[in-house]
């Protein structure tokens, strides 16, 4: 199995991703799998750890290549964006060493997060059609920079206090027919992030005819990651929001995102 850290920028304090991804079996014929980039929240001021390995084991238990996202926090656009691009460029260019298909890298951001997802969906906006996925998913992202609506310390961060960058980094704003098809989940009560972001991400898919599908569960509270105990004390009582990975997985399956 590989597991290591790769550096992404020349910084000391630069971003790094993390490597889960099953070796080759020599008494098998060779397999391809699909990948998957998982970025954390943090409200761009920290890395969520719930965010990050326990999803990097969900996904490689179905088969998945995995890379996780340790983005620079406290700092403004580009910076982050700029270590997720370098992110989507290293998986397809290592595509032979990990066993992957560069043509099935799908990316999934939870919460500030799901905002540095939703910038990748969307980087055509940015000049970097080499950067976008093949699929996106987002879990209870921060979506738009509205005032009211938004996470304010996401934010302010990732624009820097710019009232014009901030406009220019909501992401419903962003998409267009180019932009990554997409798998939302929130949850209805969450009393951090509004629902009303995934609400406005998936108008806008729909607008543009970008293919998505949008899950609003009753029940439970943000940063619930896989929804269960390995993550929060809580999970087993919040409902049906920990089907949301089954979902997620269907959805990627019937678009090709399966072990070959």
């Known amino acids: 199995m590989f597991y290591e850290t790769i550096p992404l920028t020349d910084k000391k304090e630069g971003g790094t991703l993390t490597v889960y991804a099953r070796s080759r079996n020599p008494e098998n014929a060779p397999k391809t799998r699909p990948a998957v980039l998982v970025i954390p929240g943090g409200g761009y001021n920290m890395v969520s750890f719930r965010e990050g390995e326990p999803v990097a084991l969900r996904f490689l238990a179905e088969g998945f290549a995995v890379f996780v996202l340790s983005y620079s926090v406290r700092t403004a656009y580009p910076v982050p964006f700029e270590e997720g691009c370098a992110a989507m460029n290293f998986i397809r260019s290592n595509a032979k060493k990990y066993g992957?298909?560069?043509?099935?890298?799908?990316?999934?951001?939870?919460?500030?997060?799901?905002?540095?997802?939703?910038?990748?969906a969307t980087a055509h906006a940015d000049g970097r059609p080499d950067a976008v996925p093949d699929a996106v998913l987002y879990g209870y992202p921060v979506v738009t920079t509205q005032a009211g609506i938004t996470h304010e310390e996401t934010a302010q961060i990732c624009s820097g206090g710019d009232a014009s960058l901030r406009a220019r980094l909501s992401v419903e704003n962003r998409v267009t027919h180019e932009s990554a098809p997409a798998f939302i989940?929130?949850?209805?009560?969450?009393?951090?992030?509004?629902?009303?972001?995934?609400?406005?991400?998936?108008?806008?898919?729909?607008?543009?005819?970008?293919?998505?599908?949008?899950?609003?569960?009753?029940?439970?509270?943000?940063?619930?990651?896989?929804?269960?105990?390995?993550?929060?004390?809580?999970?087993?009582?919040?409902?049906?929001?920990?089907?949301?990975?089954?979902?997620?997985?269907?959805?990627?399956?019937?678009?090709?995102?399966?072990v070959k």
Do not use: Y
């Not at 043509?103 to 997802?117: E, K």
């Open 185 to 258: 989940w929130h949850t209805a009560e969450d009393g951090l992030v509004s629902v009303q972001n995934a609400f406005l991400l998936a108008q806008s898919c729909q607008k543009c005819g970008v293919p998505f599908e949008l899950h609003v569960f009753e029940r439970g509270c943000h940063g619930m990651s896989t929804a269960d105990a390995e993550v929060t004390d809580a999970a087993p009582a919040e409902g049906t929001a920990g089907k949301w990975t089954e979902l997620a997985f269907l959805w990627l399956r019937t678009r090709g995102f399966t």
């Open 100 to 120: 992957v298909d560069p043509h099935h890298v799908c990316v999934i951001g939870f919460s500030a997060g799901g905002h540095l997802a939703g910038l990748l």
